[in-house]
């Protein structure tokens, strides 16, 4: 019923890749935050790139083929920048943007600097992932759509870790 509810959830995100998803909550509940986050960071992106061709670039309505690609350079539109066009446009809220801002922020500190995220980050990542899918499903009304995943997600980190045995029963 999970699975049948979590596909439901996800039928109106056609491109969005499921593994990413699966892999970033996974490791959330791992405790393996930069884990997380990379892949938490990765479908971010494939959010925001469904929003921008759904919200700015198939709205402009022009012949001028320049344009279009100029819409469609991923040099000249980064992820800052795509977020907020898309924040300025109205399709989310400031605490929306602060949670994808920091995301965006932690996931460049892993990457070019090697800087661990800590939890605290990782959630904030895992939230504004989920807000904004919520958002791109719900033709950008409803933001809480996911908000039981990430609730069980964060269950899941704070249990206690797994803990192996040795062949004769001994931690």
């Known amino acids: 019923s ?6 439901e959830l996800l039928r109106p995100l056609k491109n969005l ?6 892999y970033g909550v996974t490791y959330y509940g791992k405790r393996q935050w930069a884990e997380s986050l990379i892949h938490v960071w990765t479908t971010t992106e494939r959010l925001l790139e469904i929003a921008w061709q759904e919200r700015i670039v198939q709205v402009v ?10 819409l469609d350079d991923h040099r000249t539109w980064t992820a800052s920048a795509k977020l907020e066009m898309l924040f300025q446009k109205g399709l989310f809220g400031i605490e929306t943007y602060d949670k994808l801002d920091q995301a965006r922020r932690a996931r460049n500190e892993f990457a070019h600097r090697g ?8 959630l904030v990542a895992l939230n504004g ?6 958002l791109c499903a719900s033709g950008f009304k409803e933001k809480d759509r996911f908000d039981s995943v990430v609730k069980l997600a964060n269950l899941i980190s704070h249990r206690e870790p797994f803990r192996s045995r040795t062949f004769m029963g001994e931690a």
């Open 2 to 7: 999970a699975l049948s509810a979590g596909r």
């Open 61 to 70: 309505k022009t012949s001028s083929k320049k344009r279009r690609q100029f």
């Open 115 to 122: 800087v661990v995220p800590s939890q605290e980050q990782a």
């Open 129 to 134: 992932a989920f807000e904004l899918a919520s």
């Open 17 to 22: 890749p499921r593994e990413q998803i699966l």
